[in-house]
């Protein structure tokens, strides 16, 4: 006779304590991907989004990966690096301020980190592989925070910034490149 486990859907689960974060626990800058999340559970939300990313990304043509849309501007494996090296870096914030951690954190230079990453060189396959890995962590990361440390905050860029913000900024910030993806990359 074989056992079932019942798994709870992510989105039945018990609500997390990482609340939308207030305009002041933010740079003005990052509005633009905060107000992109919906109200809901934002765990619940970073594993939704990334299913429907990745099948996204699944459906683009080989021959398409090193699309760019204009002269100068990054292509689709580009893009998909991006959000995996900018995932890593707030993560990685956030990491420091929930374990209280007061040090100052530097800015990064997405347009330095692109062509250095050298993401074209790599399959779109691959970089896939990668943004699973990526947002894995972050939810592992994530779902074991306490509203203490999801308020808790730093100064990263010069700017306040709290954990709960920069959860909610990995989230909106993938929004954005993935409707750009759709807009401007695989409208045909």
């Known amino acids: 006779m074989t056992t079932s486990?019942?798994?709870?859907?992510?989105?039945?689960?018990?609500?997390?304590?990482?609340?939308?974060p207030e305009a002041g626990e933010h740079s003005p800058y990052y509005s633009r991907y905060i107000d992109r999340v919906p109200d809901g559970d934002v765990i619940a939300l970073l594993q939704e989004q990334m299913k429907d990313t990745v099948a996204l990304l699944n459906g683009v043509p080989a021959d398409?990966?090193?699309f760019a849309y204009a002269p100068d501007k990054w292509t689709?494996?580009?893009?998909?690096?991006?959000?995996?090296?900018?995932?890593?870096?707030m993560s990685y914030r956030a990491l420091r301020f929930a374990r209280n951690d007061p040090t100052a954190l530097a800015s990064f230079d997405e347009n330095l980190y692109v062509p250095n990453a050298k993401f074209g060189n790599r399959t779109l396959g691959d970089l896939v592989e990668e943004l699973q890995a990526v947002r894995?962590?972050?939810?592992?990361?994530?779902?074991?925070?306490?509203a203490?440390?999801?308020?808790?905050?730093?100064?990263?860029?010069?700017?306040?910034?709290?954990?709960?913000?920069?959860?909610?900024?990995?989230a909106g910030h993938e929004r954005h490149?993935?409707?750009?993806?759709?807009?401007?990359y695989l409208a045909q």
């Open 177 to 184: 490149h993935v409707a750009l993806l759709r807009e401007r």
């Open 148 to 170: 203490e440390a999801a308020a808790r905050g730093g100064n990263a860029s010069g700017q306040p910034v709290s954990v709960r913000a920069l959860i909610y900024i990995i």
């Open 5 to 20: 486990v019942n798994v709870p859907s992510p989105l039945s689960a018990a609500r997390s304590p990482i609340t939308r």
């Open 76 to 89: 689709i494996k580009e893009v998909v690096g991006h959000i995996c090296d900018t995932e890593r870096v």
């Open 136 to 146: 894995a962590s972050t939810i592992q990361f994530a779902k074991h925070l306490d």
């Open 64 to 66: 398409r990966a090193d």
